[in-house]
């Protein structure tokens, strides 16, 4: 079955927060061919600054965006500006309505709460945070654990977990089988040189 990934973008959206899951995703794509297409989509389309400033250019505006069966939406600094625009806020919501899964990384997951999509879900989000989203009251937060798969929704609790979120969901939607033949493609086998 073919899928529709959408990788949502903004003003100020952590990098690898969104490149991590455009790059399993589209390496699905050229590993088992016909399986799935990616777009970049930002409120008005075209260039977005991130949050290193890495300039990128979305394919569709919120207004053109068709319909996606995966929604990954991003953390960053930016995100704090994101889920107070409701623009932001209704498009998620639309796409929800169609999507198998609603995804979020890092501080993307306070957008995901903002528009409503969290209330009385499990969530994760950047460790730096999770007492900020405590505080909510409208989720069960979860801690120290890179992943948190509610089934529609899933959170990635920080930048690199992203990717080990998105090889979740291309086990959990495609095949374990399928997951691991983008694991080698990547070479994505992490040792870290220094760890706690």
């Not at 297409?37 to 075209?46: D, I, K, L």
């Not at 999770?130 to 409208?138: C, N, P, R, V």
């Amino acid at each position: 079955m073919s899928r529709t990934i959408a990788v949502v973008l903004f003003e100020g959206a952590e990098e690898l927060d969104f490149v991590g899951p455009w790059e399993v995703f589209t390496m699905l794509s050229q590993v088992e061919a016909g399986s799935c297409t990616a777009y970049t989509v930002s409120e008005r389309g075209g260039e977005v600054r991130c949050a290193k400033g890495m300039r990128v250019v979305a394919d569709h505006s919120f207004a053109t965006a068709p319909q996606a069966d995966v929604v990954v939406v991003p953390g960053g600094m930016g995100s704090r500006i994101e889920l107070k625009n409701p623009a932001m806020l209704d498009f998620l919501r639309a796409q929800d309505k169609g999507t198998e899964v609603t995804a979020s990384v890092c501080t993307g997951s306070f957008v995901l709460e903002a528009a409503g999509l969290l209330a009385g879900k499990h969530a994760t989000t950047h460790w730096g945070s999770i007492d900020h989203m405590k505080k909510l009251g409208t989720v069960e937060v979860v801690e120290n654990e890179r992943f948190v798969d509610e089934g529609h929704i899933v959170t990635a609790s920080d930048v690199s977990a992203g990717i080990d979120m998105s090889l979740h969901l291309v086990g959990r939607l495609w095949s374990p089988e399928v997951a691991r033949k983008v694991q080698k493609a990547m070479e994505y086998y992490p040792q870290p040189p220094y760890q706690d």
